[in-house]
């Protein structure tokens, strides 16, 4: 079956384009757009998608909001959301993560990975573009946490660390597999194992946390 996706974006040109690129990938399917934040949580609610790709700066509630709105902590059913942005070191795809997002991506990402980062948010992984996750959390990683950060509630293997460290750096589960020589079975295995020792809703949130608490260098 064909992942349906929902576009929310307020420039008309940029939602034909990134309709264009999905609607031509044969297991992809565009079925709504929205032009801003409102229309994105109604249409959201209202067709079910099986991934939300949404801006963040759009007109009425921004992207934040409403992926808080339809994915956020405490949300029954949250929905799969993507936050697409013109903005590699924007801190509101911070906030966005935070607010239940599944993953980000520039706008300028390419086809390839934006149907990458739309299938890992359809199976319930999620995403987070290479080019821009170093800069990004590097740069929270300087800043202070608003609240103390969670500690495992076991220690990690040896081998959790080496995922942790490979998911920190923006690597599917695929390039985990080839570059740590196991099954990618082994390592849909650590990165559950990891969700669960950190609390964390998904691989963004290990990320996060890796930089946060000096465990991986934005620069190693």
Not at 60 to 86: C, H, K, L, S, Y
Not at 87 to 112: N, T
Not at 128 to 152: C, D, G, K, Y
Not at 187 to 205: D, F, G, I, Y
């Amino acid at each position: 079956m064909r992942i349906r996706v929902l576009i929310a974006d307020d420039q008309e040109l940029v939602r034909t384009g990134l309709s264009m690129i999905l609607d031509a990938q044969p297991d992809i399917e565009v079925v709504g757009q929205a032009s801003d934040g409102d229309q994105a949580v109604a249409l959201a609610r209202s067709l079910r998608p099986d991934v939300c790709l949404f801006d963040i700066q759009m007109p009425g509630i921004d992207g934040i909001e409403a992926t808080r709105t339809i994915a956020g902590p405490g949300v029954e059913d949250p929905m799969n959301v993507v936050i697409i942005t013109t903005f590699d070191l924007d801190e509101y795809v911070y906030a966005a993560l935070r607010a239940g997002a599944k993953g980000f991506l520039l706008k300028d990402a390419g086809s390839e990975l934006l149907g990458q980062a739309v299938r890992a948010a359809a199976s319930g992984d999620a995403l987070i573009a290479p080019n821009v996750t170093v800069r990004l959390l590097e740069t929270f990683a300087s800043t202070a946490p608003a609240a103390p950060l969670p500690q495992p509630v076991e220690p990690l293997t040896e081998r959790e660390e080496q995922v942790l460290a490979a998911v920190a750096r923006g690597l599917s589960n695929s390039e985990i597999a080839a570059e740590l020589y196991i099954t990618l079975s082994t390592v849909k295995t650590h990165v559950a194992s990891l969700m669960t020792k950190l609390s964390a809703r998904n691989r963004v949130e290990i990320a996060i946390w890796a930089y946060q608490t000096k465990r991986v260098s934005a620069r190693s």
